[in-house]
């Protein structure tokens, strides 16, 4: 991968501020890259969504559910 040890134990622990370069190339070692898909669908970011909700709930929008 070529990033230092202190880059690859921050990689093992999920460290944000590794850049998803390092991730895409981790992924593609071990043969997980088809992981990158999904980790970029908005519907997986539950934070966002989440966000979203409450700021929706704060402004009083009202929306259909989601089937």
């Known amino acids: 991968m070529q990033v230092s040890v202190?880059?690859?134990q921050r990689v093992e622990k999920g460290?944000?501020?590794v850049s998803?370069?390092?991730y895409a190339t981790a992924l593609w070692l071990i043969g997980r890259?088809?992981?990158l898909a999904k980790a970029a669908?908005?519907?997986e970011d539950v934070a966002a969504l989440e966000a979203e909700i409450q700021l929706a709930h704060r402004r009083g929008v009202r929306r259909e559910p989601i089937p």
């Open 6 to 8: 202190p880059t690859l």
């Open 15 to 17: 460290d944000a501020s």
């Open 20 to 22: 998803m370069g390092v």
């Open 33 to 35: 890259h088809d992981a």
């Open 41 to 43: 669908d908005p519907k």
